[in-house]
C-alpha cells in the first residue's frame, strides 16, 4: 500500500497501537495486512458491542431487582452490608450526580454505576453474604445448577467484564483463541438473566457472519483504496 498513507495513519493512531496488528505471524507482515488486521477487528468490536450492551443493562437491572427485593427497599446500597470498595463506588457515584447539579435517584445513581461494581455481586467477596445467594436463586434462576456455584460464576461473569473493557477500550480481540467461544457465553449469560433480552440480542447479533467473512474483505477494502 501508500507507505505515505500508512505512515500518516501510524502519525495519528501511534506505533504502538497499530505495531500489535504484526505480531500475529512470526515473520510479521506488511503495511496492508496490518491495516486490514486494524480494521477487521474495529468490525469484530462493533458486533460485540450490541451484545454487551443488552448484557451489562440486564445484569445491573435484575441485580437491582434482587436486591431492591431482598432489602424491601430500592435504596438498598444505603441499607446493606456493602463492603469498603462497593461502598465508596456509590458514593463517588452520587457526588458525580450532585457535581452535575442534579437529584441523586435511585435511577440515576444505578445507571451511573460500572460494570465491574454489578459483577462484584457475583464474586468471592460475597459469598458469605446472604443477599448473594438470593441473587442467583433470582437473576440467575435459568443457569445451569452445576455452574450456580460462586466460583464458576465468578469466573464466567469476570471474563464477560474484561471483554467489555476489551471492546470499550478499543483494545485487539483478533488474537483470542476463545473469542468465539466468549461471544457464545457472552450469549448464554444474557439468556440465563432473561429469555426476552437474548431474544433481542440473538436477532440483533451478526457477529458470527463477521468471523466467517474473516479477514479477506479488509485486505480488499484497503488495497481498492489505498493501494
Not at 62 to 90: A, C, E, H, R
Not at 146 to 170: A, D, G, P
Amino acid at each position: 500500500m501508500k507507505t505515505t498513507f500508512y505512515k500518516d495513519i501510524e502519525d495519528i493512531f501511534s506505533i504502538n497501537r497499530l505495531s500489535v496488528y504484526r505480531q500475529d505471524r512470526q515473520d510479521g507482515c506488511d503495511d496492508t495486512t496490518a491495516l486490514s488486521r486494524y480494521l477487521y477487528n474495529i468490525e469484530i468490536c462493533k458486533t460485540l458491542y450490541p451484545i454487551l450492551h443488552i448484557f451489562e443493562i440486564t445484569l445491573r437491572n435484575s441485580i437491582d431487582k434482587s436486591l431492591t427485593d431482598f432489602s424491601g427497599t430500592q435504596l438498598w446500597y444505603d441499607s446493606l452490608n456493602l463492603n469498603t470498595d462497593s461502598k465508596l463506588k456509590v458514593s463517588t457515584a452520587k457526588n458525580k450526580i450532585q457535581n452535575k447539579n442534579k437529584e441523586v435517584t435511585h435511577d440515576r445513581l444505578i445507571s451511573e454505576m460500572t460494570l465491574g461494581f454489578w459483577t462484584a455481586f457475583l464474586t468471592t467477596r460475597y459469598s458469605q453474604s446472604s443477599f448473594q445467594s438470593f441473587i442467583i436463586k433470582t437473576a440467575l434462576k435459568d443457569m445451569p445448577k452445576n455452574l450456580r456455584n460462586t466460583k464458576s460464576i465468578q469466573s464466567i461473569f469476570e471474563k464477560m467484564r474484561l471483554l467489555r473493557n476489551r471492546v470499550s477500550h478499543y483494545e485487539r480481540l483478533i488474537h483470542w483463541k476463545d473469542l468465539t467461544q466468549q461471544h457464545k457465553q457472552l450469549l448464554e449469560c444474557i439468556k440465563w438473566l432473561s429469555p426476552v433480552s437474548f431474544e433481542l440480542a440473538i436477532k440483533i447479533n451478526c457477529f458470527d457472519k463477521i468471523i466467517q467473512s474473516g479477514i479477506t474483505p479488509w485486505i480488499n477494502l484497503v488495497k481498492e483504496n489505498w493501494n
